[in-house]
């Protein structure tokens, strides 16, 4: 925003402040949002005081940290706005309410029919949970979003679903890939914090990813960038579902597993038996074992694949990828070394668990949803209808 006016400046200034309360996850006192934004107490003050007018933040006295003048922490409202998000995984959902700060409340779940009609029922679900304080709705799915609107989730049937006939007008709404905002979720509150270049990579039952840079995640052209999954990264003569040979999905994941042991795959069905896989292959089962050690020897070197092109500082795994690690570290980075061109082999990206856990979709939706509230055009329509 280009602020060309005195009453611009506040208003930027303002949605900063609230911007910076919301991505703390902690309390921030007055001093800490005056040195982080730049600005003088004064005016830290006098910005979070409108605010509080406005019912978005609420001071209260901060303990005492030595010697000088005392200063206030500063809190999301009671009455502030509240996002929801739902994680649509391709055979059960997810609703939960994400506070301004970051606190996540998981308001229903349940099972679908794999149709489209699942977005109805979201909506039916959301109208029941929600007040006056929900100001947007954020839906995380396993699948590319083209252009926003347009859903490609091959395995599901769903080719071309077009949203914007599913969606409603009650909220707004928007709608990304899974293993994106999970992505997003640990760059503002995980594992990927400040760093610069970092792939991140959500495996439930393939695998899909996407680049950060300064913990943006990379969009391409037509808001699809990041089916690494669908890249043939291991030289498999298998088909995918999607139309090509060779995915690297057919070899990280719960499919992956279930088809090692000689069981049925299928998306919709079997994440509980491929835990059991993986807690068998812990308890030293031979077979499990080897299904664990095949998912970890192509994750890594995808993993080394994708490191050589993009250069990544830190590559962090979410979901099925943090048993995996917890399991088959040492296969998992010896596997991505042998990918790696011979000079990278000194300095290997980090290969790290996230810290965010399973709601990193549902997190990632919610923060994708505040980005649509935070803004001046908001903050001002708030503030004239409380006043």
Known sequence: MVSTTSADLRVHNLVRLLRAVHDAGEPLTRADAARLLGIGRNTAGALAAELEAAALLHEVPAGATGRGRPTTSLLPHPAGPVAFAADL???T?????????????ELASGEHDRTPAVFAEIRAVTRRHADDRLAALGIAVAGPVRHGRHLHISHLGWDDVDLTEHLGDEWPTTVD????LAGLAE???????????ALHFHIDFDIGGTLLLGGDPQRGAAN????????????SGLWCRCGVQGCWSLHVGTNALLRHVGQEAGYGRGRAAGLE????AEAGDARAGRAVDDNAVALGHGLGALANALDPEVITLSGLGVELIRLRRDLIERSCAEKLMRFR?????????GTVGETGPLRG????????????????????AVH
């Open 187 to 197: 760059a503002r509150r995980g594992a990927l914090r400040g760093v610069g270049t």
């Open 365 to 384: 939706a919610a923060e994708l949803a505040f980005d649509t509230v935070l803004t001046p055009a908001w903050l001002q329509a708030r503030s004239a």
């Open 89 to 91: 995984r391709e055979d």
């Open 345 to 353: 082999r000194a300095e290997p990206p980090r290969i790290l668990a």
């Open 277 to 280: 896989i993986l807690a068998r």
């Open 224 to 235: 699809i960038a990041g089916e690494f999954g669908h890249m043939p990264l291991t030289g």
């Open 93 to 105: 959902w997810t609703l939960a309410r994400i506070d301004l700060g970051g606190r996540l409340t």
């Open 177 to 180: 890939n899974d293993a994106r």
